[in-house]
Each structure stands twice: as C-alpha cells, then as structure tokens.
C-alpha cells in the first residue's frame, strides 16, 4: 500500500546501490522519489527502469528539468515516455510552445513547470534582468505553462500561497527549498519549514538531504511526515 505523505524523496545519488538502500529505509513513508540529471547522467533509462522493476509501488519523478527548442523537447519526452514517470519537469521559461510539446509528447505523466529555481535570490535574479519581484516572476511563468497544458508545477514555498490563489486547485503544486526547522538550509536561498508550506498551499514538499544525510532516514521520513499530518 502506498503511503499518503506529501513528500518527494530527492535521492542525489549517481549509483543504483545507495538509490535502492535509500528507497528500501525510506518507502514505509515515502510513495514518490526524484531522480534528477544526477542519477539519469550515470545510469539512463535503465536505471530507472530498473528502479521501477525493483520497486513497482512508488512513482517516481523524474526531474531533468528539459529546457530546448519545442522538437527537441518533445523527441525527449517522447525519449522517457516508456519509463511512465508519473511528474516530469521542463522549465517553464522555455515558454508555451515547448511546454505544450511535451504535454503532447507525454501521455499519462504529469508535466511539471519549474518556475524560479529555489537557489536563486532576488539579487541575482536583478544582476541576470530579470524582474528580481519573485512572485510576480513565478506567477506568469505558472499561468502560462498552465494554458499550454502543464498540470503541476515547482516553485518557492515563498511563492506557493500567491500560486495556489490563482491556479485551478487541480494543478499541484510542488515545493522544493523546504528544511524541517532547525536543519541547514545547504544552498537554498528561498526556504519554509514543511508545515508552513503545506499551510500555504502546497500539494507536495521536495526534501532531500534532511532525510538521506540523517543518521536513521526512515526516523527522520516518519518524523517529517507525523508534522505535517
């Protein structure tokens, strides 16, 4: 049975052995993983699919953040399409055209809109010209990802309540930048408590480190997940 937590478990690791030790202490909690360029640089597609055979009960998300000229992202999408990731993220600054084809290229998975990357401050978001408001940045980016077809989307808890005011309550939203309190925020600039990101609207809290690089992860997954029941 799956658990009903609203985490998904980063697992940074290039090596299939420390995923699968990771996922093994961990999925009593934890229902929804993320594999990132990390992993999928070292390992491909068998290394996912590999996960997949070795653990049929979770759903991963798949986060290569694709950003290219709408063919190439979609001959990508269609690339991983087999691996049935249930979130797949593109940026959602690669504009409306790229989104929508990777909705196209993606039947059965969640598209997944990265706004603002959650290491990003509002100086350096001033120094690239880009508009440093960055509330005002992930709303336009999440509206117009939304209208070519993204059906979640990844931003700042800082952001999530002004998101989640103005999308339909079918898009998820999914925060990463999110430290139980206490523990070091590492190199995330914009960061909230698990709690107080759920209490602002999110669906889903990304968290890595403060579980992988725990002395127990399976303690440290229940104890997060007790504090946002």
Known sequence: MKSNAPIILALDFPDIQSTQEMIEKTSHVISIYKLGLEFYLAQGKNGIAQINRSFPDIDIFLDLKLHDIPNTVAGACSSVAELKPRFLTVHASGGAEMVSAAVAASPGTSITAVTVLTSLNTDELSKLGLPH???????????????????SIVCSPQEVGLLRKELSSNIALITPGVRPKGASHDDQSRVMTPREAMDAGSNYVVIGRPITKASDPGIAAAEIASSLE
Not at 133 to 151: D, F, I, N, S, Y
């Open 133 to 151: 408001q960055t509330q005002t940045l992930a709303l336009a980016m999440a509206k117009r990802a939304v209208e070519a077809g993204a059906t």
